[in-house]
């Protein structure tokens, strides 16, 4: 058991830091020694988590994707039917992960780094969710006349990935205040004027409540290494 718990906490710390050098350096440049330094582990210990740099890439992403579907389900979950605010807060949320969790921030920026991808990119995460919000909206009636739910997602995806890419260079952009003021232009044209007034274009949430990060999960055993001693100290 303690070994198991020392692995999942190397393993986690080598997401982290490869997700900060990814988005200090980029995904090219980056190297294995210099992650496994920033983590404060052996290049041994590295390798025997992940064998190459694609591989420890595609677990930075899963971990930014998971972080995107528990900040979009609690959002849902909070809002219950009211589909508008449920995108509002998530998008308050996301932009301050954006903005503060690393592994996040990683995920996102690997975009297009890693071909083929064997799970969702954050991205796409965040891309399907909105479609699927947004559509449930126009259903239910709460959109405003003559706007369609696909529409209205490829407004909102586009905005939040600009405010992505910008804020990388100057994080006012992922500030609160920038995304309530975007959503103070956008609701009125999207929202059905009957419900308008009941929108919180600040996000329902006090400034700064994401949901926690879980715990790292555990380390799976690994495939046909059975017999190999953890280097982990």
């Known amino acids: 058991m303690v070994k198991q718990e020392r692995a999942a906490r190397t393993r986690h710390a080598l997401i982290r830091a490869a997700a900060t050098v990814f988005a200090e350096e980029g995904f090219v440049t980056a190297s294995l020694s210099t992650i496994s330094r920033r983590a404060g582990v052996s290049n041994g210990a590295l390798h025997f988590h992940f064998a190459n740099k694609h591989l420890l890439a595609e677990a930075v992403e899963a971990e930014a994707a998971e972080a995107v579907r528990r900040i979009t389900e609690a959002a849902q979950a909070r809002q219950g039917g009211s589909c508008l605010q449920s995108v509002v807060d998530a998008t308050h949320e996301l932009m301050g992960s954006l903005a503060h969790d690393s592994v996040v921030r990683g995920g996102f920026e690997l975009a297009g780094a890693l071909t083929p991808r064997a799970q ?7 891309q399907h969710w909105v479609e699927d919000t947004l559509r449930r909206a126009e259903h239910s009636g709460a959109l405003a006349q003559g706007v369609s739910g696909a529409d209205g997602a490829h407004v909102i ?6 405010f992505e890419v910008l804020g990388g260079q100057d994080p ?4 609160r205040q920038t995304i309530t003021g975007f959503w103070e232009v956008l609701l ?4 059905d004027c009957r419900d308008l007034d009941a929108l919180v ?30 280097p982990d100290r």
């Not at 969702?120 to 965040?126: D, E, H, Q």
């Not at 009125?188 to 929202?191: K, M, N, Q, V």
């Open 188 to 191: 009125p044209r999207l929202a």
């Open 120 to 126: 969702a990119s954050p991205r796409t995460r965040w």
């Open 172 to 175: 006012s952009w992922l500030s």
């Open 157 to 162: 995806v586009a905005a939040t990935a600009g």
């Open 201 to 230: 274009c600040a996000g329902s949430q006090r400034p700064g409540a994401v949901p926690p990060r879980e715990p790292p999960p555990r380390e799976p055993p690994p495939r046909e290494r059975s017999a190999q001693v953890s």
